[in-house]
């Protein structure tokens, strides 16, 4: 009975958070997050935010419509780091939880949400931790924040 139950929330969840289909999270974990245009996702937040959080400015030539920042990051038991970025453009925004390998140069998005609380707990589908070869603003966001992890 418990473990139906248990089935049915989660699939309740899952169509609660369901969403269209240019739209992120997807359910699909091969897929990767679009970091670029995320904040012109339904996701991001639309120019109202309660406590505005400033964050350390992430050079990003690659991407010079919108301004990155990095508001936090940690390290993980398993020697990754985790960083929140915040992506504005105009008076939209959106936060993201990435998860960056600087060892072997690996990155990929856990979270995506519209508040800095949201971000912490809610998935993003992205997938497992991958090169950042031929993805100019995922190696301009990784080398930022390996530099910060290290300095």
């Given at each position: 009975?418990?473990?139906?139950?248990?089935?049915?929330?989660?699939?309740?969840?899952?169509?609660?958070?369901?969403?269209?289909?240019?739209?992120?999270?997807?359910?699909?974990?091969?897929?990767q997050?679009?970091?670029?245009?995320?904040?012109?996702?339904?996701?991001?937040?639309?120019?109202?935010?309660?406590?505005?959080?400033?964050?350390?400015?992430?050079?990003?030539?690659?991407?010079?419509?919108?301004?990155?920042?990095?508001?936090?990051?940690?390290?993980?038991?398993?020697?990754?780091?985790?960083?929140?970025?915040?992506?504005?453009?105009?008076?939209?925004?959106?936060?993201?939880?990435?998860?960056?390998?600087?060892?072997?140069?690996?990155?990929h998005?856990?979270?995506?949400?519209?508040?800095?609380?949201?971000?912490?707990?809610?998935?993003?589908?992205?997938?497992?931790?991958?090169?950042?070869?031929?993805?100019?603003?995922?190696?301009?966001?990784?080398?930022?924040i390996?530099?910060?992890?290290?300095?």
């Amino acid at each position: 009975m418990i473990r139906a139950m248990t089935a049915l929330l989660g699939g309740t969840l899952l169509a609660a958070c369901g969403t269209s289909g240019n739209s992120v999270p997807s359910t699909n974990a091969t897929e990767q997050v679009d970091l670029r245009h995320l904040v012109e996702t339904e996701i991001a937040g639309n120019g109202i935010e309660r406590y505005p959080l400033e964050g350390t400015v992430i050079p990003t030539p690659s991407d010079k419509q919108s301004r990155y920042e990095l508001l936090r990051q940690r390290k993980t038991a398993g020697g990754t780091t985790i960083a929140i970025l915040r992506q504005q453009r105009g008076d939209r925004f959106v936060y993201a939880r990435t998860e960056v390998d600087c060892e072997r140069n690996l990155f990929h998005v856990v979270g995506v949400a519209d508040t800095r609380a949201h971000v912490e707990t809610n998935v993003a589908h992205d997938g497992p931790l991958r090169p950042t070869a031929g993805l100019p603003l995922r190696q301009e966001l990784s080398r930022f924040i390996c530099q910060r992890a290290q300095a």
